[in-house]
């Protein structure tokens, strides 16, 4: 069995990011709905697109530090 992480494709990591950064920014319009503020589309974009990016250099950046 081979504990060491492998290489995440681009390709993976790009659809992930986005699917994470989908699911944080539904949360986040889910609470603001819950406090009855409008549903801004741009602030939804820009937090899909803030946190999955963070989240793929995150993703990436962890893989490289576990092959160390």
Do not use: C, Q
Not at 16 to 37: K, P, Q, T
């Amino acid at each position: 069995m081979n504990s060491e992480p492998e290489k995440i494709p681009w390709k993976n990591r790009i659809i992930l990011g986005l699917f994470s950064g989908l699911v944080y920014a539904g949360i986040m319009a889910a609470f603001d709905y819950a406090s009855d503020l409008p549903f801004h589309e741009v602030k939804f974009v820009f937090s899909t697109l803030i946190f999955g990016t963070f989240m793929a250099i995150a993703t990436r950046w962890m893989v490289k530090k576990k092959k160390k």
